[in-house]
């Protein structure tokens, strides 16, 4: 089955730690994107990547790097620069077809106490 | 600022009934308005979309209008089941970018 694998689905972090989100895709898109979900808030932009070794900032970048070294993966580090980082993350995927939606993996819920 | 504003932000509907969520944008340069349902726990999966030379799109239960002089689209849930109780959360696509409504919690009560 094609989709898109984030894992962990839990992590617990100390403050002070960088941490990093896997996400795997075997989709075949070219476009890959985080978002950071917060209650009340939908959901945030933090960075994509339309294609490898190429990737662009979101709007919530701060505290946040990611690289993309191979089409299908596409990890988000949580660095102890972001002030509030404890939330759902999601990675999703596209093709660069005009007017593709969104496919979305089943999320990381990062804790960080 | 809020490109794409969604209402309400939390809905109860009895079974049967007719659920309708609202959303409204001012950049008209979106080409593209997907609606996604959302349960606990899981990401969000694609329910319907449009573009906006279309007015109406009908999927099953679920149906978008849009109308494109006014800036707003909904997405109506014909007879409403338990089932569909979950967040629904509007977009709009620009430029390879999408931008989202701060979802709706839709109860749907047995």
């Known amino acids: 089955d094609g989709g898109i694998t984030q894992s962990p689905k839990y992590l617990f972090r100390k403050e002070g730690q960088n941490v990093t989100l896997s996400c795997e895709q075997n989709?075949?898109?070219?476009?890959m994107y985080w978002y950071r979900q917060d209650p009340g808030q939908g959901l945030r932009l933090i960075y994509y990547s339309q294609i490898v070794n190429d990737f662009q900032k979101g709007d919530i970048a701060e505290g946040y790097s990611v690289s993309r070294e191979k089409k299908e993966s596409f990890p988000l580090t949580v660095t102890s620069a972001q002030k509030n980082p404890t939330a759902f993350y999601l990675c999703?995927?596209?093709?660069?077809?005009?007017?593709?939606?969104?496919?979305f993996g089943n999320g990381t819920r990062l804790t960080v106490t | 600022q809020q490109q794409v504003k969604q209402s309400p932000q939390s809905l109860i509907v009895q079974k049967g009934g007719i659920s309708i969520i609202n959303c409204a944008y001012e950049n008209t340069a979106f080409d593209y308005f997907p609606w996604y349902q959302q349960f606990p726990g899981k990401g969000p999966a694609l329910l319907i979309a449009?573009?906006?030379?279309?007015s109406e799109k009908k999927e099953g239960r679920f149906t978008i209008s849009f109308n494109k002089s006014a800036k707003q689209f909904s997405l109506h849930i014909m007879d409403s089941q338990p089932g569909d109780s979950a967040t629904y959360f509007c977009?709009?696509?620009?430029?390879?970018?999408?931008?989202f409504g701060t979802g709706t919690s839709l109860t749907v009560i047995p």
């Open positions: 999703a995927s596209s093709p660069t077809t005009y007017n593709s939606p969104l496919h």
């Open positions: 977009a709009a696509l620009l430029e390879n970018q999408f931008y």
């Open positions: 449009i573009r906006p030379d279309v």
């Open positions: 989709l075949n898109h070219d476009a």
